[in-house]
């Protein structure tokens, strides 16, 4: 289930962020330099860097957003994100009292993982 909060994620970082143009301009401008120079920029990676997100993302990203793994990863970053309270667990029973208080056994609800709380 698709909490509304997860939608709330910057687009920037849901859509390409390079135009066809600019992908293609960069493409040329890395080809011309190879031919005139032997010597690389030290920036050389970064511009191949976008230009291999540029293009997993013309490929794949529609088909990545329609998957179930977009939503688990939508999931994942909004739990991510919120505090964690008391609320989260549920109480399963008294594992223990001292001079502090009582430690109970819990679950989260989330994740299902078991722990101990004061």
């Not at 994620?9 to 005139?36: A, D, T």
């Not at 976008?50 to 329609?66: C, K, M, P, T």
């Not at 309270?85 to 399963?92: S, Y």
């Amino acid at each position: 289930m698709v909490n509304s909060g997860i939608l709330n994620l910057p687009k920037e970082k849901l859509k390409p962020q390079l135009s066809q143009e600019q992908i293609l301009e960069k493409k040329r401008s890395l080809r011309n330099l190879s031919m005139i120079t032997s010597e690389l920029p030290d920036n050389l990676f970064d511009a191949a860097e976008v230009l291999v997100a540029e293009d997993i993302r013309e490929r794949h990203w529609a088909g990545f957003q329609r998957s179930e793994c977009h939503t688990k990863l939508l999931n994942f970053l909004w739990f991510q994100d919120k505090p964690v309270v008391e609320e989260d667990f549920f109480l399963m029973r008294v594992l223990g009292r001292g001079g502090f208080g009582l430690v109970t056994a819990c679950k989260k609800g989330t994740s299902g993982k078991l722990y101990a709380m004061k």
